[in-house]
């Protein structure tokens, strides 16, 4: 059984938590990488920093700049990813982030330090299917998921081409924009999930716009998985080097509600 398999059939909602890869600094992220862990989170995303983020609001720009600007590397980001391997080997790990850094040295190299880390899964957010035949076959010969996103402008037809080759879950992305700034409603996010389930068996993990925990069991209620990020990634930029603590307990809360939802669900 694969480390997504498992963390999905725990019969019940799945975290995805997102954190800005060395953000405050490199020295910094596994013990915030840690606290989401403690704090109850399925899934780990690791951001991967980068100059131009185009689907990322203005916290998780911050969160880069400050990672930027600490000089973290890619290869810090696999050092840091090899760490979390060790230290957790059974939670799943997907590197997020945008095609230049995954590709600048052949797509080949990336998929190779990806198992060489111990990386389950990769969210490029910039490559649309039909031009991901070079990192996306070095990844599937590698042995990683290729996690697609679907939005709402992703219909019947083009939702064909997003499924074919992913791999891992499907990434919903809940609103037409960038990270953090607006909300989707829970009418048309139920809507949405009935929709890519018809289409596909993988899980469905839905993201951008979830921050309380009442969003967050709402959603764990309809969907396989909530991705949280700003929320996280403002803690970081809130408390720096003391944010570990913070963002257990943040998470911690949405662990609570999800699974305090999941049971009045079953009574």
Known sequence: ???????????????????????????????????????????????????????DGPAIQLGNLRSLGAGTTTAD??????NFRARHPNVPLVLMGYANPMIRRGPDWFAHEC??????????????????????LALRAAGVDLIRLATPTTDASRLQVVLN??????????????TG???????????????????????IVVGFGIRTPEQAAKVGAVADGVAVGTAIVELVGKHGANAAGPV?????????????????NVA
């Open 181 to 203: 700034l607006q909300q989707a409603t829970s009418d048309s996010i139920a809507g949405a999930v009935a929709r890519l389930k018809a289409a596909t068996s993988l899980p």
């Open 165 to 178: 080759g992913a791999s891992g879950f499907i990434y919903y992305v809940s609103v037409a924009g960038i």
């Open 115 to 136: 198992t060489s880390a111990g990386v389950d899964g990769v969210i490029c957010v910039d490559l649309p299917p039909e031009e991901d035949d070079d990192l996306g």
């Open 77 to 82: 980001l696999f050092a840091i990813a090899r």
């Open 248 to 264: 257990r307990d943040y998470v911690a809360s949405l662990r609570h509600a999800m699974d305090a939802a999941s049971k009045e």
């Open 1 to 55: 059984m694969t480390r997504f398999a498992s963390a999905f059939g725990k019969g019940r909602p799945v975290i995805a938590a997102f954190v800005t890869g060395g953000d405050p600094t490199p020295s910094h992220t596994s013990a915030i990488l840690d606290a989401l862990v403690e704090g109850g989170a399925d899934v780990v995303e690791l951001g991967m920093p980068f100059t131009d983020p185009m689907a």
